[in-house]
Nanobody, 119 residues
Framework: VQLVESGGGLVQPGGSLRLSCAASGLTFSSYNMFWFRQAPGRERTMVASITSNGGSTSYTDSVKDRFTISRDNSQNMVWLQMNSLKPEDTAVYYC?????????????WGQGTQVTVSS
């Protein structure tokens, strides 16, 4: 199983980035998908989630109305559109897959992509 993130980089405050996560080796439509982030010296925290069929999303309060998570099960892809970026959004962003049936503990992580928001 592989989760490969891309799309990170350096952006000025107020700018936008779109992160992508390409999944392979798993039945993608059976997994809830998440974006987490981890800033230096801080814990990894959840930013956004989307259910296996894309029917429901959730966001941490600090990114609501700025970030949008989406997925395409036909392409095995999940994205995070990030608008109105702030310096406090600077972190390594990780794609995470979790099997939708809680009876089976089956999770995967990507390697992460760096997002730096700075002028």
């Amino acid at each position: 199983v592989q989760l490969v993130e891309s799309g990170g980089g350096l952006v000025q405050p107020g700018g936008s980035l779109r992160l992508s996560c390409a999944a392979s080796g798993l039945t993608f439509s059976s997994y809830n998908m998440f974006w987490f982030r981890q800033a230096p010296g801080r814990e990894r925290t959840m930013v956004a989630s989307i259910t296996s069929n894309g029917g429901s999303t959730s966001y941490t309060d600090s990114v609501k109305d700025r970030f949008t998570i989406s997925r395409d099960n036909s392409q095995n892809m999940v994205w995070l559109q990030m608008n109105s970026l702030k310096p406090e959004d600077t972190a390594v962003y990780y794609c995470h897959a979790s099997f939708a049936d809680p009876a089976l503990y089956d999770i995967y992580w990507g390697q992460g992509t760096q997002v730096t928001v700075s002028s």
